[in-house]
């Protein structure tokens, strides 16, 4: 068992902004398990999802958005195919991953995919 002695005046353990990042990152994967991502730095469980929440609202958590035009390409997994001249929204995502939603896409279902996605 790993245990963490803390000497000195100093009680609390102290974490770079580089450090939380990778521990943030590393709750985001798919698949992963808090518990388990905090087991494995050493961290609160409730500290993790602070820190995700902060990172959520942090604007630097934001990205530029960009008005992409592709005509005549398809927007993928939208029935029947429909054409990308349309407005669209393109999230690019963890990994190289890209998620386009077509603007005839129901609100409803842009709506799920967003709160998914927070």
Do not use: C, N
């Amino acid at each position: 068992m790993h245990m963490t002695v803390i000497s000195g005046s100093e009680r609390r353990r102290r974490w770079s902004a580089a450090e939380r990042e990778e521990i943030v990152l590393a709750s985001f994967a798919p698949g992963a398990v808090i518990a388990e991502v905090a087991r494995q730095f050493d961290v609160s469980t409730s500290l993790i999802y602070k820190w995700r929440r902060d990172a959520q609202q942090s604007a630097a958590m934001f990205v530029p958005a960009v008005v992409a035009e592709d005509e005549g390409s398809l927007v993928p997994d939208v029935p029947g195919g429909v054409l990308a001249d349309s407005p669209a929204i393109r999230l690019d995502l963890a990994g190289g991953t890209t998620m386009s939603i077509a603007a005839t896409a129901p609100a409803r279902l842009v709506l799920a995919v967003l709160r998914a996605l927070r």
